[in-house]
């Protein structure tokens, strides 16, 4: 599977701030699914999508070397939104399909951060982490999706103020159809939250 990461860690990149709230919906707020992991019943998007539920439950799981902040999916529309029109080219380009055999995509993403203090502190922790998902997942036999990882700085003020990193997960798949892409978007996504609960990450 096709894996690629880059960080936006300039001082003008967005910082992910924990916990955070939606302001303009109180609805929408950080929840720590370490804690409450029935809370996942309460959100709109692992509800609509099954995938990310599952995929939500295990990165939170006691083992898991990491936790969740925020997530989104959504089908990226092949219709008149130019943005959607060029993100289906650039996944076409990258994972080598034509048009008629994928005209529909799925993506999502999940914030990811890490529990280990050394590992949250450090961007090189991180760097090594990505390089190590990259070549694991290289072999993974998913020709329609690909992992986009993005390191980004994190403020963490959950029982202190904490100054470290995150990892946007993106995870985007291509399809003959709005049911196909879905398909391998969730078979994707289940791929990386395997590899990410896996030995060689739980020993990072």
């Known amino acids: 599977m096709l894996t690629e990461w880059s960080a936006e860690c300039a001082a003008d990149d967005p910082v992910l701030v924990v916990p ?15 804690e409450d ?19 939500l439950r295990a990165l939170n799981a006691t083992r898991s070397p990491v936790f969740t ?7 990226i529309d092949p219709g008149e939104d130019q943005e959607d029109q060029a993100e289906l080219a650039h996944l ?15 993506a999502s993403y999940i914030d990811l951060l890490w529990r280990e203090r050394s590992i949250f502190a450090s961007v090189h922790r991180h760097e090594q982490i990505l390089d190590r998902l990259t070549r694991l997942a290289a072999p993974l036999d998913h020709p329609h999706a690909m992992i ?11 029982a202190g103020p ?43």
Request: hydrophobic share 45%.
């Open 148 to 158: 986009d990882c993005v390191i980004r700085p994190a403020l963490v003020d959950l």
């Open 69 to 75: 902040a925020k997530c989104d999916a959504w089908p």
């Open 20 to 34: 955070w709230a939606d302001p303009s919906d109180p609805n929408r707020r950080f929840i720590d699914l370490r």
């Open 162 to 204: 904490q100054e470290g990193f995150a990892v946007s997960l993106y995870i985007k798949a291509l399809g003959h159809d709005q049911s196909a892409s879905e398909q391998n978007w969730a078979t994707a996504l289940e791929a990386a939250v395997a590899l990410l609960r896996s030995r060689a990450f739980s020993l990072s």
């Open 92 to 106: 076409r380009l990258n994972l080598d399909l034509i048009p008629e055999e994928s005209p529909s995509g799925f």
């Open 37 to 55: 992991p029935y809370e996942l019943d309460h959100l709109e998007e692992a509800a609509q999508y099954p995938a990310l539920m599952h995929a």
